[in-house]
């Protein structure tokens, strides 16, 4: 596939998860702090976020599955999700956690567990799509391309 | 990215980022750090090492601090602090949104409080407030 066509496919692409809702501003500049002395950045970023989300969905899972639930304990791990997604830009799982924090406080176990599913399937949702965006920015790259900058506003 | 790395800031900065999320660590090191070389950083990755730091004589003119941490939060991190005298900026980063949760941490000796994520337009509000107090 021609380069030009390569680009044209990732910057359609990297827009789609913006117009989705998947990522907001927030991954943006996340990825104007990638320079030629850290190539890498965006990906060590993400891979550490994809690290601690999935320790804390393994934490929320095993704290709801308890007879008596502990729903401080529930709501400080949503809190810390809600706080590392918001500062790489995964806006729909920040949205789900600003939800699941209200049931929370309702110390509503039902309300809890169907937020966790949601908020499970937005991870793995934005998990999945920022892999195939490392893909196609692999692909351009290899074959001697740069990657498209995404301005905010041209969407 | 806006403006080139050595000429953002006049006034030299060290800082201090305290979070346990080691991603979080790495992205408030690179945005601070974009604001170029006059601004030095250091991370920690507790209130307990933060305070350590400081207690062992190392100097920070702001320190950004998260607020649910093990070992030693946030909170607890920034009263200590206020104890031992240190004057530094303390920015709170949390990912809190009521007045409730945010209270204790500003009253623990807090100088501004912003709600995560981090941005470049909070940390140069910052940078910008405290050139010119300082």
Partial sequence: MEVALMQRRLEDYTKSLFMEGLLDAQFLQLQQLQDDSNPEFVREVVSLFFEDSQKLLNDLTSALDQQIVDFRKVDSYVHQLKGSSSSIGAQRVKNTCIVFRTFCEEQNAEGCVRCLQQVKQEYYLVKTRLETLYRLEQQVVAAGGSIPAVEFNSF | ?134
Avoid: W
């Avoid at chain 2, 093990?70 to 303390?90: C, F, H, N, W, Y």
């Avoid at chain 2, 623990?108 to 909070?122: D, M, Q, V």
């Fill in chain 2, 1 to 134: 990215m806006e403006g080139s790395k050595s000429s953002i800031i006049e006034k030299k900065f060290n800082v201090l980022i305290v979070d346990d999320a080691p991603g979080i660590r790495m992205m408030h090191n690179a945005l601070l750090k974009s604001f170029g070389s006059n601004v030095e950083t250091q991370v920690a990755e507790n209130g307990k090492v933060a305070v350590d730091l400081c207690n062992s004589g190392k100097y920070f003119d702001i320190i950004f601090i998260d607020k649910h941490m093990p070992i030693m939060d946030g909170v607890q991190a920034t009263r200590k602090l206020r104890e031992m005298g240190v004057a530094s900026v303390i920015v709170g980063i949390t990912s809190c949104d009521t007045d409730d949760e945010v209270k204790p941490f500003v009253e623990a000796g807090l100088n501004e409080c912003f709600e995560k994520p981090l941005t470049r337009e909070k940390i140069k509000f910052v940078f910008e407030k405290f050139h010119k107090d300082g």
